[in-house]
């Protein structure tokens, strides 16, 4: 079974620039979470998904950051405009909706100088 | 909200000690289960080992195991003859059944001494 296929791995940007993410769950996942990693610490979810539909965004900053999945499969994550405090890992996971089968892509480390 | 905290920042074991990781957490849900994930370097969340709240046997993978205290709202990682490839951040985590959200703890460095 392929994993959760993240890119880029990772990406420099100066602060006021747009950067974009992309994630491809599992197939049949549907479910799928963007979480942001600072450095030291837990990850913090972001948003969720339920196929193509936003479970939860209460955590995600709306007037810089915004996420769509098209079609219930893949997933884009942006963010325009950049500040230094988003410098952080960004991971995407998907599941099957339950506590089973939660499964991490390796990130997209963000460094914005 | 639920809350997941790991008071131990870092912690070190020689190689093949045990070392155990604390965590606590908090919820009001009766439907939940409880995660140790770790991750190396390379930044992947490798799942280490799963329980469930409803479950009193405490879970157990090879060299890991944990102890599943309920009503103190603890769970614990215990790792068995520690190798060099079991240096990582360890993250504990919680996830509830009612909207299928995995919340974090803050993690534990491991260092494994040769």
């Known amino acids: 079974e392929a994993g959760v296929a993240q890119s880029p791995r990772y990406k420099i940007i100066e602060k006021r620039q747009s950067v974009a993410f992309w994630c491809n769950p599992i197939s049949g996942h549907a479910t799928l979470y963007w979480y942001q990693q600072i450095l030291g610490q837990g990850p913090k979810l972001l948003i969720q998904f339920q196929n193509n539909g936003v479970v939860d965004d209460s955590q995600l900053p709306k007037d810089r950051f915004s996420a769509e999945r098209l079609k219930g499969v893949d997933s884009t994550l942006k963010i325009q405009p950049a500040k230094l405090e988003d410098s952080a890992v960004y991971l995407c996971?998907?599941?099957?909706?339950?506590?089973?089968?939660?499964?991490f892509g390796s990130g997209t480390r963000l460094t914005v100088v | 909200a639920q809350t997941v905290t790991q008071s131990q920042p870092e912690m070190s074991v020689q190689e093949a000690e045990t070392v155990t990781l604390s965590c606590t957490y908090d919820t009001s849900e009766s439907d939940y289960y409880l995660f140790w994930y770790k991750q190396p370097p390379s930044r992947q969340m490798i799942l280490v080992i799963r329980q469930e709240a409803y479950k009193q046997q405490n879970a157990t993978e090879n060299r890991f195991s944990v102890n599943f205290q309920k009503a103190a709202k603890s769970f614990s990682l215990k790792i068995s003859d520690s190798q060099l490839g079991d240096a990582a951040m360890y993250f504990c985590?919680?996830?509830?059944?009612?909207?299928?959200?995995?919340?974090f703890g803050k993690g534990t460095l491991l260092t494994v001494n040769p």
């Open positions: 985590a919680c996830w509830k059944g009612s909207n299928y959200k995995l919340t």
């Open positions: 996971a998907s599941s099957w909706g339950t506590a089973y089968g939660y499964t």
